[in-house]
């Protein structure tokens, strides 16, 4: 008699078999689900009829996620590890196309992009599955594999927190993935909320203090100096907006040589100073003063030179001198205080700040930890070994990058704290998510009053409304006004590992529902 596909006790909730009959049954799919609530084991079973036909790939953005896809699915499921494969650059070509033939691989979508130009995959596959389907816009490796699984008539599979608030965006990425379904789930709908635990969102409002103040009204001064200089030239330079500096900075490369370069001196001093004020604002004298020595150290320009001449940089050096941490830094002692004994995550924007925040938490006594990512020296395997020691108690408070913010199985931690908010729907709905997975969880995010947090605070959570209304409609519309799909599994009970229980304890491992996988 044949193996059954998963392993002893692990049952899929209604929701989960739900969304995967819809795909079987409709074709390439768009997951929307919450963080913490399943995604994996809907592509384990819409995997499980896909292998029937043929081989199956699991992409993933990066080396870290694609290898724990890899062993959640030797542990959920009865396929022999002969029979699945794990595919980086870091194997041999040769190795490679070895690899290839088995029934299920996992890989990055570079690995498969270039071995699929190099002719390494052998025959098409009959499912790819597409995790963080956000990525597959642009030139981004998704794109291009998708176009070959087009090509060859193999289903799509995608999977995401968030799409994004931006229909333009989301109708890019249903584009490039020829979306013909569209599965969304949010912790209201009536079969997801049982499986949903309390999460309290808290927003510290921090004033900016009195030398930061002042700081900030010279570097003002500055910006506002250098802007008027540049739009002398014909540039009126946007300050509130990061991406529209980087659009000007297109616009006058484009422009006559007569005014390009000296335009470009402006520009620069113009782009410095926002950043410079953004790091003062909404980080801290640590991160404010590393990025002042990175420009001290850089080779000098006259936009460098302009800064660094300036009497008021010389009064704000001299403020920094005397000045104390950014009053966020204590708020966020102020929390590990008030819940010390609980497991914290804490993001911050930049690796300075989270260096600074982890030396004042082991300061003040905290047991905290650095989680960074490959751009840091980090290998997959040290993030592994982090991981395991967070979720084994070893430290209590995990200070993260944008690394921690997706994908990678973080353990449910009691609190996360943003130090700062940010504009992307997509960040704050994966910084959310790791809170209240598995219990109440809590949410702070920290905002310092009249400061450009504020702005970010409010442009995450609208175009995290747009983004809901958007994907809804687009729901409605790919399935011709029907309601999502309520096929009822045979169990739908609240899965957990029981076969394996024993087993998980007594290698001290952390015991975890497997539908939240």
């Not at 995550?345 to 690796?351: E, G, I, N, P, S």
């Not at 982890?358 to 990512?373: I, K, T």
């Amino acid at each position: 008699m044949q193996e059954p596909f998963l392993k002893p006790g692990i049952i899929p909730r209604a929701y989960q078999s739900a969304i995967a009959h819809s795909a079987l049954s409709r074709g390439n799919t768009l997951v929307v689900l919450p963080t913490g609530l399943g995604k994996t084991l809907v592509a384990f079973l819409v995997m499980e009829k896909k292998l029937q036909e043929g081989r199956v790939a699991f992409l993933a953005p990066t080396k870290p996620i694609v290898q724990q896809h890899y062993r959640t699915f030797l542990e959920m499921t009865n396929v022999p590890e002969s029979e699945a494969a794990l595919i980086t650059g870091e194997v041999s070509p040769k190795k490679r196309m070895e690899l290839w033939a088995r029934k299920a691989c996992f890989s990055t979508p570079q690995s498969l992009q270039n071995d699929l130009k190099a002719g390494r995959t052998g025959a098409s596959f009959s499912l790819c599955v597409i995790d963080e389907t956000h990525r597959a816009v642009g030139n981004y490796a998704y794109t291009f594999v998708a176009e070959k699984c087009a090509e060859a008539g193999c289903m799509l599979l995608g999977l995401t927190a968030s799409p994004g608030g931006d229909r333009k965006r989301i109708g890019e990425i249903i584009s490039a993935l020829g979306i013909q379904n569209i599965e969304i789930r949010t912790a209201d709908d009536a079969d997801v909320a049982p499986y949903v635990k309390p999460l309290a969102v808290n927003f510290i409002r921090v004033p900016l203090g009195e030398e930061f103040s002042e700081i900030r009204n010279l570097l003002q001064e500055m910006l506002a100096d250098n802007a008027k200089y540049l739009a002398n030239y014909g540039f009126v330079a946007p300050l509130r907006s990061k991406r529209g500096l980087v659009e000007l900075r297109g616009r006058i490369l484009r422009s006559s040589d007569r005014v390009k370069y000296t335009a470009l001196s402006f520009y620069s001093s113009v782009f410095n100073c926002v950043h410079m004020l953004e790091l003062i604002e909404t980080q801290g004298l640590s991160t404010f003063l590393a990025y002042v020595e990175k420009l001290r150290a850089r080779e000098e320009t006259k936009a460098r030179r302009r800064i660094f001449s300036d009497r008021r940089f010389e009064k704000i050096l001299e403020l920094c001198r005397s000045a104390s941490e950014h009053p966020k830094l204590n708020e966020l002692l102020k929390l590990a205080a008030a819940r010390r004994g609980e497991k914290m995550l804490v993001f911050a924007q930049y690796r300075d700040q989270v260096a600074a925040i982890v030396e004042a938490l082991r300061r003040n006594g905290y047991s905290a930890e650095r989680f960074m990512g490959k751009k840091d020296g980090v290998t997959a395997e040290e993030q592994r070994k982090t991981i395991a020691r967070f979720a084994s108690g070893e430290f209590a408070i995990m200070v993260a990058t944008s690394i921690g913010e997706e994908g990678l199985d973080i353990p449910s931690v009691d609190t996360v704290v943003f130090f700062e908010p940010i504009p992307s729907e997509i960040r704050s709905i994966q910084r959310r998510g790791r809170a209240g997975r598995l219990k109440a969880g809590n949410v702070f995010v920290l905002i310092t009053s009249g400061t450009r947090d504020e702005a970010y605070f409010h442009s995450a959570r609208k175009k995290e409304e747009s983004m809901r209304r958007i994907v809804g409609k687009m729901q409605r519309e790919f399935s011709g006004g029907r309601a999502p799909a309520k096929k009822q599994p045979a169990v739908s009970s609240d899965a957990v590992v029981v076969g394996a229980r024993k087993k998980r304890r007594a290698g001290g491992q952390v015991q975890k529902k497997i539908t939240d996988f």
